[in-house]
């Protein structure tokens, strides 16, 4: 390891560590612009300049160019170093325009504190400025192209780092200009790491405009809960408003960027039309009151039909607390064992999911950057957890051969291996790899054709889904590091066991082969934890309602409603409960159905904790203290003028807090509650977590993954309910019906967002081309598809590299998805017709 | 020997001192009899003026707020249509401020000024809560010249890219023509 | 019996007298002080409330009995109200051994007008002046707070240096005197003042006096401009008050020791004696004020250099010199 001498201080560092990173180490921030740890190193700025005094370089040269070597002994403060970078920064601000003051960068600007630091206090250059038209680039980013000091960070982001293509650099020498060829939105669902990532104010967030500087802002670590990433997040509130989310750096989890849902999808937080006030029956109450008015409810419902006619609901996006409680609750008042997933099929996924992953199969999103060959079964990155896209692109970056395994159209930002399996098929798919995989490591030499056929065989797969490159065969063959991503939303319940299978034979012959499941939800985990047995599954739930069994339903931070297909039914069914009780903090459809409603915070609001796809436990600190946002106290204008002692809207509690009181007022002492704490809860409910009571949450998180024995954290053998699995593909001419999610809009939180529901695109449904011509439907035909429940009207797209016999649909909120009765769900071809036929 | 003397003379033309000033008369100037006309910049009440063109000068960049010790001053940022950032609202609460004059000195566009003014007393403190209405004045105050916007380089009303002050014309970006 | 009762009744009325002219006189010294003050540095001082201010006492006094009275968290509830009273105590209880004139016959009842001849009077004097330390230092302590408790300790430390000096500087008056007793040694200086033979003692006494009683340019415990104000930062309202009334009180008591034991106390032509002794008090306080207006605040080490190392040892001289010309 290198060992050497940075402004007289001695420093060992990892060999292939730049100088400017080891002066780092020290606490000494050498002045940079376009080095950035996550984008590497160009040497296009200038900035860095520091005086090599002795050592194998001498003289000045770019710290961020020149790997740390023995011997070297480094000066940053050196006189020839430091005039150097005092004229580069002059250089650099002589087109600069005047416009900090109205520039949203200003007070968190590089290039402020780099002028500063390079001593450039006065212009004295006096002629003509440069300058450049701006761009329109979409509703999330502003352009202002005079700022821009051409260190291609943008660039390098938008284009080597994300793989999109619609923005870079174009002309030569001084007019170099970033941007689009023409004005239009950024393609890239990235597109909002380019204002973390530009040192100047040309991109700045366009949502949170001239809303607040940096220092006025309060800053907290969180976890964006938008998808089962957990992507690490700095939350910044002002006036009791959420108004910006930045990406924070996490070595293991989302490096140094997140995806745009997560950027521009916390505005839920901040509706006018949140609900801030409880209400029974009789209108709106105090907290306390609405608690005591579903107490008193519980205890005659639980006196008269029994405790089991009590039901409890939670949800994916539930804190780890939230869960924990409502299992303990739900426990000590004998209550039916809460549900978290309206999909009984996909709580089974999850549960499997859970019961699959063991620290030693696990690996994080910085783990499948590594790996050096890569299946993804069932799973659609982009759409469903972005940022595992952009991980897979830093594997490929490397070098890694990627294999996609799903029926649907799948887009991503580098080439990969699209093979249109059906998910009927995935299993029998993915054993053909596995076993490709264990001839290789037995070395009995068996050839390569041979075993892509017997592949073929063993997939079932159509011949047209071929062929499947011998190249990429070849790299699992030689892959030493090859990681398995498998999908839970679309595929069917035997695929999660199958995937694991596949990991476990990969890892026969090397040192480590990955599983990753991309899971429902962002404590879609921790749901997964707690749902052992016993739940009857929430069809079973509602048939209970249905026939007078079950007479209470409390739904926490939940919206049924909207995640279950079969609305009608729904609807009905929640109209013939005696009590229904819903804590939320979105102005939901369920939680205007209730009789008592108890509003609730959101994870900004109260901290809390979210377990991650690959079981990495962590906590997200509160960032504002919650109450109506001054802007609307304000109705835009300043703020009331009135002195009191509250705050406006101050009324939610965290929903594990409110359960907590409701179990007091229902006589659980408090020592059983809140009395608890956190991790007491939590170990006593998981009982797997006990041995972290007490630990300081490091700043990565805790994977909660034990070493060795694969835990079992479903405990007992599987609670089969008898309900179906996703059944065959019943005989005959049917179009398999596959919810998907997007990128944006269909995701329950993010889809609120007024940003992002201005960038999200009609919602359509799409087929393969063959079977579309078939139908004699053509792209864009407004189709019909006419179910029990009702018709489902949209726009066709057609495409070439899909499965045949799926009809994808996303769960937008604009398509009527919610009219097909059950999941899974097979049309037959003649209930598909165009509209205007 | 002689510094006890020099201190005894020392003492004693200290004490004459301050005798003869009783047969002298007092220069105190009795308030509120008499008013004093003050220097333009004595720093009391502030105000918030307008650009040579009449339009409000403050674009709300938070800098005063942030300068201001007492943290009296709070606004809420916003943009009008033709792209100019302007304070949707800007209060100022005199019930704190100290009238150390930083705000006036942090503002980048001469907006916000302190002028001699400074009888605001009110027995209601609320009242001495100033909203943006308050603020306003209808003159440039001291500095009558400055035009942040026409300057500043960012597009507005008053000028295009390449239109302000010592602009080049914007970059063609599509031509290769030197 | 009945004298018994009628001495009893006496020593009332003129406790009843002696007490409301000092409190009397405390509350307009006050005025007297920002007036005379103000003058000296060409300014008007209170002219608002009456004509010429002359209300302005009673106005203050109004208002420190409507303020609110604080007592700090965390303040040592019982020594933070006894310290002003001991103080203001201290202060009137030295006046009881000042004669204000000779004995009078009532009734044919011979009365002294001194509220009681100690025949050690002077150390009495002493004593209190010693004791009234104790309401700054105890004031500071209890305040719990730093300013306070600094001020107080600087109270004790001063006190203590100057103590030393203001008894020495008096020894030679009891010599010539040959007594410690208060009264007579009005009755010695019935041919000329001590001032004209004991100058030095009367420099150090002054100086000493004016260290005792705590005013600029000895205000240490005080010093607004380090130690906001001193032992009494933490007080307000009528305790606030009484620190203040035991100051203004302790500039009389000064005043009219020096009256009586350099000035020849109540003696003077044609006027009665009480008004020579009020007009030499006044004088000396006028004295007092002037002195505040032109001299600045010593610092703490030129504090104890004067003391320690000038005051004493003249003292101590002037002693040696007094009692061998007493001798020969
Ligand atoms: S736009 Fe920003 S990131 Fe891109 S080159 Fe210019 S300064 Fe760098
Ligand atoms: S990838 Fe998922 S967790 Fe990460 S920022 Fe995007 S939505 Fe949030
Ligand atoms: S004068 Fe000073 S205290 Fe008053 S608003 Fe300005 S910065 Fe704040
Ligand atoms: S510093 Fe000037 S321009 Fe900025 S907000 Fe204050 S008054 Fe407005
Ligand atoms: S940071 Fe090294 S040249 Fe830009």
Same mark, same amino acid.
């Given at each position: 390891?290198?060992?050497?001498?940075?402004?007289?201080?001695?420093?060992?560092?990892?060999?292939?560590?730049?100088?400017?990173?080891?002066?780092?180490?020290?606490?000494?921030?050498?002045?940079?612009?376009?080095?950035?740890?996550?984008?590497?190193?160009?040497?296009?700025?200038?900035?860095?300049?520091?005086?090599?005094?002795?050592?194998?370089?001498?003289?000045?040269?770019?710290?961020?160019?020149?790997?740390?070597?023995?011997?070297?002994?480094?000066?940053?403060?050196?006189?020839?170093?430091?005039?150097?970078?005092?004229?580069?920064?002059?250089?650099?601000?002589?087109?600069?325009?005047?416009?900090?003051?109205?520039?949203?960068?200003?007070?968190?600007?590089?290039? /402020?504190?780099?002028?500063?630091?390079?001593?450039?206090?006065?212009?004295?250059?006096?002629?003509?400025?440069?300058?450049?038209?701006?761009?329109?680039?979409?509703?999330?980013?502003?352009?202002?192209?005079?700022?821009?000091?051409?260190?291609?960070?943008?660039?390098?982001?938008?284009?080597?780092?994300?793989?999109?293509?619609?923005?870079?650099?174009?002309?030569?020498?001084?007019?170099?200009?970033?941007?689009?060829?023409?004005?239009?939105?950024?393609?890239?669902?990235?597109?909002?790491?380019?204002?973390?990532?530009?040192?100047?104010?040309?991109?700045?967030?366009?949502?949170?405009?001239?809303?607040?500087?940096?220092?006025?802002?309060?800053?907290?670590?969180?976890?964006?809960?938008?998808?089962?990433?957990?992507?690490?997040?700095?939350?910044?509130?002002?006036?009791?408003?959420?108004?910006?989310?930045?990406?924070?750096?996490?070595?293991?989890?989302?490096?140094?960027?997140?995806?745009?849902?997560?950027?521009?999808?916390?505005?839920?937080?901040?509706?006018?039309?949140?609900?801030?006030?409880?209400?029974?029956?009789?209108?709106?109450?105090?907290?306390?009151?609405?608690?005591?008015?579903?107490?008193?409810?519980?205890?005659?419902?639980?006196?008269?039909?029994?405790? /089991?006619?009590?039901?409890?609901?939670?949800?994916?996006?539930?804190?780890?607390?939230?869960?924990?409680?409502?299992?303990?609750?739900?426990?000590?008042?004998?209550?039916?064992?809460?549900?978290?997933?309206?999909?009984?099929?996909?709580?089974?996924?999850?549960?499997?999911?859970?019961?699959?992953?063991?620290?030693?199969?696990?690996?994080?999103?910085?783990?499948?950057?590594?790996?050096?060959?890569?299946?993804?079964?069932?799973?659609?990155?982009?759409?469903?957890?972005?940022?595992?896209?952009?991980?897979?692109? /830093?594997?490929?970056?490397?070098?890694?051969?990627?294999?996609?395994?799903?029926?649907?159209?799948?887009?991503?930002?580098?080439?990969?291996?699209?093979?249109?399996?059906?998910?009927?098929?995935?299993?029998?798919?993915?054993?053909?790899?596995?076993?490709?995989?264990?001839?290789?490591?037995?070395?009995?030499?068996?050839?390569?054709?041979?075993?892509?056929?017997?592949?073929?065989?063993?997939?079932?797969?159509?011949?047209? #889904?071929?062929?499947?490159?011998?190249?990429?065969?070849?790299?699992?063959?030689?892959?030493?590091?090859?990681?398995?991503?498998?999908?839970?939303?679309?595929?069917?319940?035997?695929?999660?066991?199958?995937?694991?299978?596949?990991?476990?034979?990969?890892?026969?012959?090397?040192?480590?082969?990955? %599983? %990753?499941?991309?899971?429902?939800?962002?404590?879609?985990?921790?749901?997964?934890?707690?749902?052992?047995?016993?739940?009857?599954?929430?069809?079973?739930?509602?048939?209970?309602?249905?026939?007078?069994?079950?007479?209470?339903?409390?739904?926490?931070?939940?919206?049924?409603?909207?995640?279950?297909?079969?609305?009608?039914?729904?609807?009905?069914?929640?109209?013939?409960?005696?009590?229904?009780?819903?804590?939320?903090?979105?102005?939901?459809?369920?939680?205007?159905?209730?009789?008592?409603?108890?509003?609730?915070?959101?994870?900004?609001?109260?901290?809390?904790?979210?377990?991650?796809?690959?079981?990495?436990?962590?906590?997200?600190?509160?960032?504002?203290?919650?109450?109506?946002?001054?802007?609307?106290?304000?109705?835009?204008?300043?703020?009331?003028?009135?002195?009191?002692?509250?705050?406006?809207?101050?009324?939610?509690?965290?929903?594990?807090?409110?359960?907590?009181?409701?179990?007091?007022?229902?006589?659980?002492?408090?020592?059983?509650?809140?009395?608890?704490?956190?991790?007491?809860?939590?170990?006593?409910?998981?009982?797997? %977590?006990?041995?972290?009571?007490?630990?300081?949450?490091?700043?990565?998180?805790?994977?909660?993954?034990?070493?060795?024995?694969?835990?079992?954290?479903?405990?007992?053998?599987?609670?089969?309910?008898?309900?179906?699995?996703?059944?065959?593909?019943?005989?005959?001419?049917?179009?398999?019906?596959?919810?998907?999610?997007?990128?944006?809009?269909?995701?329950?939180?993010?889809?609120?967002?007024?940003?992002?529901?201005?960038?999200?695109?009609?919602?359509?449904?799409?087929?393969?081309?063959?079977?579309?011509?078939?139908?004699?439907?053509?792209?864009?035909?407004?189709?019909?598809?006419?179910?029990?429940?009702? /018709?489902?009207?949209?726009?066709?797209?057609?495409?070439?590299?899909?499965?045949?016999?799926?009809?994808?649909?996303?769960?937008?909120?604009?398509?009527?998805?919610?009219?097909?009765?059950?999941?899974?769900?097979?049309?037959?071809?003649?209930?598909?017709?165009?509209?205007?036929? | 020997?002689?510094?006890?003397?020099?201190?005894?003379?020392?003492?004693?033309?200290?004490?004459?001192?301050?005798?003869?000033?009783?047969?002298?008369?007092?220069?105190?100037?009795?308030?509120?009899?008499?008013?004093?006309?003050?220097?333009?910049?004595?720093?009391?009440?502030?105000?918030?003026?307008?650009?040579?063109?009449?339009?409000?000068?403050?674009?709300?960049?938070?800098?005063?707020?942030?300068?201001?010790?007492?943290?009296?001053?709070?606004?809420?940022?916003?943009?009008?249509?033709?792209?100019?950032?302007?304070?949707?609202?800007?209060?100022?609460?005199?019930?704190?401020?100290?009238?150390?004059?930083?705000?006036?000195?942090?503002?980048?566009?001469?907006?916000?000024?302190?002028?001699?003014?400074?009888?605001?007393?009110?027995?209601?403190?609320?009242?001495?809560?100033?909203?943006?209405?308050?603020?306003?004045?209808?003159?440039?105050?001291? #500095?009558?010249?400055?035009?942040?916007?026409?300057?500043?380089?960012?597009?507005?009303?008053?000028?295009?890219?390449?239109?302000?002050?010592?602009?080049?014309?914007?970059?063609?970006?599509?031509?290769?023509?030197? | 019996?009945?004298?018994?009762?009628?001495?009893?009744?006496?020593?009332?009325?003129?406790?009843?007298?002696?007490?409301?002219?000092?409190?009397?006189?405390?509350?307009?010294?006050?005025?007297?002080?920002?007036?005379?003050?103000?003058?000296?540095?060409?300014?008007?001082?209170?002219?608002?409330?009456?004509?010429?201010?002359?209300?302005?006492?009673?106005?203050?006094?109004?208002?420190?009995?409507?303020?609110?009275?604080?007592?700090?968290?965390?303040?040592?509830?019982?020594?933070?109200?006894?310290?002003?009273?001991?103080?203001?105590?201290?202060?009137?209880?030295?006046?009881?051994?000042?004669?204000?004139?000779?004995?009078?016959?009532?009734?044919?009842?011979?009365?002294?007008?001194?509220?009681?001849?100690?025949?050690?009077?002077?150390?009495?004097?002493?004593?209190?002046?010693?004791?009234?330390?104790?309401?700054?230092?105890?004031?500071?302590?209890?305040?719990?707070?730093?300013?306070?408790?600094?001020?107080?300790?600087?109270?004790?430390?001063?006190?203590?240096?100057?103590?030393?000096?203001?008894?020495?500087?008096?020894?030679?008056?009891?010599?010539?005197?040959?007594?410690?007793?208060?009264?007579?040694?009005?009755?010695?200086?019935?041919?000329?003042?001590?001032?004209?033979?004991?100058?030095?003692?009367?420099?150090?006494?002054?100086?000493?006096?004016?260290?005792?009683?705590?005013?600029?340019?000895? #205000?240490?415990?005080?010093?607004?401009?380090?130690?906001?104000?001193?032992?009494?930062?933490?007080?307000?309202?009528?305790?606030?008050?009484?620190?203040?009334?035991?100051?203004?009180?302790?500039?009389?008591?000064?005043?009219?020791?020096?009256?009586?034991?350099?000035?020849?106390?109540?003696?003077?032509?044609?006027?009665?004696?009480?008004?020579?002794?009020?007009?030499?008090?006044?004088?000396?306080?006028?004295?007092?004020?002037?002195?505040?207006?032109?001299?600045?605040? %010593?610092?703490?080490?030129?504090?104890?250099?004067?003391?320690?190392?000038?005051?004493?040892?003249?003292?101590?001289?002037?002693?040696?010199?007094?009692?061998?010309?007493?001798?020969?």
């Amino acid at each position: 390891m290198p060992r050497l001498i940075i402004d007289e201080r001695e420093i060992e560092v990892p060999p292939g560590t730049k100088v400017i990173d080891a002066a780092e180490r020290l606490g000494i921030l050498i002045p940079r612009f376009c080095y950035h740890e996550g984008l590497g190193a160009v040497g296009a700025c200038r900035m860095c300049a520091v005086q090599f005094v002795e050592g194998p370089v001498k003289g000045l040269q770019m710290s961020c160019m020149v790997d740390a070597q023995d011997g070297m002994v480094v000066s940053t403060s050196h006189e020839e170093a430091v005039e150097f970078r005092r004229f580069i920064i002059e250089c650099l601000m002589l087109n600069h325009p005047h416009d900090c003051p109205v520039c949203d960068e200003g007070g968190q600007c590089l290039l /402020q504190d780099e002028t500063v630091s390079g001593g450039h206090g006065l212009r004295r250059y006096q002629g003509k400025k440069r300058t450049y038209r701006d761009q329109y680039l979409g509703e999330l980013i502003a352009h202002e192209m005079n700022r821009c000091i051409h260190c291609y960070r943008c660039s390098r982001f938008y284009q080597e780092f994300s793989g999109y293509r619609d923005l870079g650099p174009l002309q030569i020498a001084n007019r170099v200009f970033y941007g689009r060829f023409k004005d239009g939105p950024l393609e890239s669902p990235f597109s909002g790491n380019l204002v973390d990532i530009c040192p100047t104010g040309v991109y700045t967030d366009k949502p949170s405009r001239y809303k607040a500087r940096r220092w006025d802002l309060q800053r907290t670590p969180s976890v964006c809960i938008h998808c089962s990433l957990g992507c690490n997040t700095v939350a910044n509130a002002r006036y009791r408003e959420v108004v910006r989310v930045e990406a924070r750096f996490s070595g293991e989890v989302n490096g140094h960027f997140i995806c745009d849902r997560g950027r521009f999808g916390f505005p839920y937080t901040n509706l006018p039309g949140r609900p801030r006030t409880a209400r029974t029956a009789g209108g709106e109450c105090s907290q306390g009151e609405a608690v005591a008015a579903a107490a008193e409810k519980l205890r005659e419902i639980s006196s008269t039909f029994g405790p /089991q006619a009590v039901a409890c609901f939670g949800s994916s996006r539930n804190s780890l607390e939230t869960q924990c409680m409502l299992k303990r609750i739900c426990r000590l008042q004998g209550w039916q064992v809460p549900g978290f997933f309206v999909d009984p099929a996909l709580e089974r996924r999850v549960r499997a999911a859970v019961s699959l992953l063991d620290a030693s199969a696990g690996v994080s999103m910085r783990e499948v950057e590594r790996a050096d060959c890569v299946v993804a079964a069932g799973v659609d990155p982009v759409n469903e957890a972005p940022m595992l896209a952009l991980a897979m692109r /830093q594997a490929f970056r490397r070098g890694a051969e990627i294999l996609v395994a799903d029926p649907r159209p799948i887009f991503l930002p580098f080439p990969f291996i699209h093979v249109p399996v059906s998910m009927e098929r995935m299993d029998s798919f993915l054993e053909g790899l596995a076993r490709l995989a264990g001839e290789s490591s037995d070395g009995t030499g068996v050839r390569e054709a041979d075993l892509l056929s017997q592949i073929v065989q063993n997939g079932g797969l159509a011949s047209s #889904d071929l062929p499947l490159p011998v190249s990429f065969c070849r790299a699992l063959f030689g892959s030493q590091n090859p990681v398995v991503l498998c999908g839970t939303e679309c595929v069917r319940e035997s695929t999660l066991p199958a995937a694991a299978a596949l990991a476990r034979d990969l890892r026969k012959g090397r040192d480590r082969a990955g %599983l %990753l499941y991309v899971l429902p939800g962002a404590n879609a985990f921790g749901a997964g934890l707690l749902n052992s047995q016993g739940h009857p599954g929430f069809s079973r739930l509602l048939e209970s309602v249905e026939s007078g069994s079950v007479r209470a339903l409390i739904v926490t931070e939940s919206d049924p409603l909207n995640d279950f297909c079969h609305r009608d039914r729904l609807l009905g069914t929640l109209g013939k409960l005696d009590l229904l009780v819903v804590m939320d903090f979105l102005d939901s459809e369920t939680a205007r159905m209730a009789h008592v409603f108890l509003p609730t915070t959101t994870h900004f609001e109260s901290g809390s904790c979210f377990v991650n796809h690959e079981g990495r436990l962590q906590y997200a600190e509160a960032v504002h203290h919650g109450g109506i946002p001054i802007e609307q106290a304000g109705g835009g204008s300043h703020p009331p003028r009135v002195y009191r002692g509250d705050i406006p809207g101050e009324g939610p509690k965290a929903a594990w807090v409110i359960l907590a009181e409701l179990g007091r007022t229902l006589g659980i002492p408090d020592r059983d509650l809140l009395g608890l704490g956190p991790w007491s809860l939590i170990g006593e409910e998981i009982p797997s %977590l006990k041995r972290l009571e007490g630990t300081v949450f490091p700043p990565e998180g805790i994977r909660i993954l034990s070493d060795g024995d694969p835990v079992q954290w479903v405990q007992g053998p599987e609670a089969r309910d008898g309900e179906d699995d996703r059944g065959a593909v019943p005989p005959g001419d049917f179009f398999e019906i596959l919810l998907t999610h997007w990128t944006f809009g269909t995701e329950e939180l993010s889809s609120r967002s007024g940003p992002l529901q201005k960038v999200e695109k009609e919602p359509y449904g799409m087929m393969h081309s063959d079977d579309a011509r078939v139908l004699g439907f053509s792209e864009g035909d407004r189709i019909v598809l006419s179910l029990e429940g009702g /018709q489902i009207r949209f726009r066709l797209s057609v495409a070439d590299r899909m499965g045949r016999g799926v009809l994808v649909l996303p769960r937008h909120r604009k398509l009527a998805w919610r009219n097909i009765p059950e999941m899974p769900c097979f049309v037959p071809r003649d209930r598909i017709r165009r509209e205007d036929s | 020997m002689k510094s006890l003397v020099e201190a005894a003379k020392a003492l004693a033309e200290g004490f004459a001192t301050t005798f003869n000033h009783l047969f002298r008369r007092p220069v105190t100037e009795e308030y509120p009899e008499v008013h004093r006309v003050l220097p333009a910049r004595t720093r009391a009440r502030i105000v918030l003026t307008l650009d040579p063109d009449g339009e409000e000068r403050c674009v709300a960049c938070y800098l005063c707020s942030a300068v201001c010790p007492v943290s009296c001053i709070s606004m809420q940022s916003a943009e009008k249509e033709d792209g100019r950032r302007y304070a949707s609202w800007f209060r100022i609460n005199f019930a704190r401020c100290i009238y150390c004059g930083l705000c006036e000195e942090a503002c980048p566009t001469s907006a916000i000024q302190l002028t001699p003014y400074f009888e605001t007393c009110e027995r209601d403190i609320l009242r001495l809560v100033y909203e943006k209405e308050d603020l306003l004045v209808q003159h440039q105050g001291k #500095d009558k010249e400055y035009n942040f916007y026409k300057v500043a380089g960012v597009v507005t009303r008053l000028a295009g890219k390449g239109e302000h002050a010592r602009e080049e014309k914007p970059v063609n970006v599509k031509t290769n023509l030197p | 019996m009945i004298m018994w009762f009628a001495g009893l009744i006496l020593l009332i009325v003129k406790l009843a007298v002696v007490l409301g002219f000092l409190l009397f006189l405390a509350a307009y010294l006050v005025w007297v002080e920002r007036k005379f003050l103000a003058r000296l540095q060409i300014r008007y001082g209170p002219n608002r409330a009456g004509r010429y201010g002359l209300l302005q006492p009673i106005a203050d006094t109004v208002k420190m009995l409507t303020k609110e009275d604080t007592i700090p968290d965390g303040a040592d509830k019982g020594l933070f109200c006894l310290a002003p009273a001991v103080v203001a105590m201290t202060a009137m209880l030295m006046f009881a051994v000042v004669p204000f004139g000779p004995e009078l016959s009532v009734f044919g009842r011979k009365v002294p007008l001194v509220i009681t001849d100690l025949n050690i009077g002077l150390l009495f004097v002493f004593a209190l002046s010693s004791l009234g330390v104790y309401g700054v230092a105890l004031g500071g302590w209890a305040s719990n707070s730093k300013y306070s408790l600094l001020g107080g300790i600087r109270g004790a430390a001063q006190m203590i240096s100057y103590e030393l000096a203001l008894g020495l500087s008096l020894v030679p008056i009891v010599m010539l005197a040959r007594s410690f007793s208060v009264v007579d040694i009005v009755q010695a200086q019935e041919r000329y003042p001590f001032i004209l033979v004991q100058p030095v003692a009367f420099v150090i006494f002054m100086i000493s006096a004016m260290a005792e009683s705590k005013r600029i340019p000895f #205000d240490l415990p005080e010093a607004e401009n380090e130690l906001v104000a001193g032992f009494h930062t933490e007080y307000s309202g009528i305790r606030f008050g009484l620190f203040f009334l035991g100051e203004y009180v302790h500039m009389q008591v000064l005043g009219a020791l020096v009256a009586v034991l350099f000035l020849g106390g109540w003696r003077g032509p044609f006027l009665p004696p009480p008004v020579w002794l009020f007009i030499k008090i006044i004088l000396v306080v006028l004295f007092m004020i002037w002195t505040r207006g032109t001299l600045p605040r %010593l610092r703490y080490d030129q504090l104890m250099t004067l003391g320690w190392k000038m005051l004493i040892p003249l003292a101590l001289l002037n002693i040696v010199v007094t009692g061998a010309v007493v001798l020969f």
